[in-house]
């Protein structure tokens, strides 16, 4: 998918949310545990409750990993689901990978080839060479780690070098000699509100995965004053805050019901920016 | 396992080398392709073959990942092979992960659970929160990447701060805060000779884990001179040159030739320094 027809999706669907899929065995409804492939079920419910309110999916790869055999096998299942039933949505394996070349290299033959996803996280600390192999795969992205969400981004992200650029800045200059903004997004946290203005100076035109919204913190209303671009140029995430919004047999209704009400939000914003009519 | 425990094995075995299990199933000789789980098998050979000559063994998640669910149960079994077989190994998932809080638990819970591994690498960009996760598992290590051995290590792990501390520094004194030198290690490429006077500096008792020896061009003696501590303080690692020395039915016994040709010029070293006699 180029970033032309996702802001294409963004403007026919009235929405510019991404729906983390964030599914913990421990917290699904109970009634979902006796089935054969409890989390996959549990994903095909909220992707149907959800799928015409947000135009990507961000499945976690923690929560399929820390499953083993079975999470890897449903993490299989909901993105061929996806690809099957809803062919516009964009995906995200949220899995912040990043080594030497020949490993990177098998990380994007894992999540371009043996899952086919559109766009995989990438951590910057290890440099250009852990990233471009993930680059050499047309039409899929890179998202990049820039300003992350948690406390611990004070640690390394906001360090001033001996010219008073920051790491977070630093990143978002240098990794823009390694790949266009229609193959490169970057991870800024909803929660690093300050600083959203120094990050479009750096790369005004690039998509942001924007995570922090609902049980971290964040405040879309915030986040776009300062951060939507020319082509809107957001996707937000919101992961815990839909998928548990009840823990029974009407999960899914209510998880539409808080995935309609991020949809409402954004779809005054858009119309204000004048790129959809209500 | 326990920093004395680990060194008292370095010293029975009269070994520091770690051996990279970077399984790749294009890579190992054609008579396993017909086998069942031939990724295992090449490992099971791998393992019987070198198991006398080393202290470590580190798969490299990326190969078995790659691989979809099957990559997965082959690691599975690597795991419980090594573990039923050779209790004595110190067991590293490389895996170079690192989130927000939440999420690094479930990774957390992936190697320390669902696998029983002794230590993971991570990633420390995203600081504290993202890193702590792991450490609350008793005598399980966390391996942070400090200076890695590819090229793209200077983008951004070179960069100095303000008062001339570089990232790689930042991230050795930093870390020291979340853990002691008993359930920490640092990864520090092999290739990073000119470095490693200032990571003894910052990290004198630590253990490192030492990659880019052999195909990365990395040079034994070299960072033995720079980087032993009192209690030796390296895991050496070799993956391509072992387990590629030969792509044939002959493919252990090569392998085995190459761990001990490694395993021999260690345990000189560790008689100069007159940890053991030879």
Not at 238 to 253: M, V
Request: with cysteine; net charge negative; hydrophobic share 40%.
């Amino acid at each position: 998918m180029t970033a032309n027809q996702l802001f294409e999706n963004i403007c026919r669907k009235k929405s510019f949310l991404c729906v983390g899929l964030d599914s913990d065995i421990t917290k699904i409804p109970p009634h979902l545990l006796s089935t054969e492939n409890p989390i996959f079920e549990f994903n095909k419910g909220i992707i149907d409750a959800t799928a015409d309110c947000c135009v990507a999916y961000k499945p976690n790869i923690a929560f399929y990993e820390s499953l083993g055999v079975k999470g890897w096998q449903a993490l299989h299942d909901t993105v061929q689901y996806i690809r099957q039933h809803y062919p516009d949505q964009f995906l995200i394996a949220d899995a912040k990978r990043g080594d030497i070349g020949n490993t990177s290299e098998m990380y994007a033959r894992t999540f371009f080839e043996q899952f086919d996803f559109d766009a995989v996280t990438v951590a910057p600390y290890m440099g250009e060479d852990s990233v471009t192999p993930f680059l050499r795969y047309p039409n899929k992205w890179v998202i990049l780690l820039a300003l992350t969400s948690n406390k611990g981004a004070a640690d390394f992200q906001l360090t001033e070098d001996n010219v008073g650029e920051r790491m977070f800045e630093k990143v978002l200059h240098r990794s823009q000699q390694w790949a266009s903004s229609d193959q490169m997004m970057y991870v800024v946290g909803a929660t690093q509100n300050e600083y959203f203005d120094a990050v479009r100076q750096q790369a005004p035109h690039h998509f942001l995965l924007i995570p922090g919204i609902g049980a971290q913190g964040g405040d879309l209303g915030k986040v776009c004053q300062h951060a939507l671009n020319k082509q809107c140029g957001l996707l937000v995430n919101s992961s815990r805050q839909i998928l548990y919004a009840a823990n029974n047999e009407q999960f899914a209704q209510s998880a539409r019901h808080e995935a309609q009400k991020v949809q409402h939000a954004m779809q005054s914003i858009l119309a204000e920016r004048g790129w959809i009519t209500l």
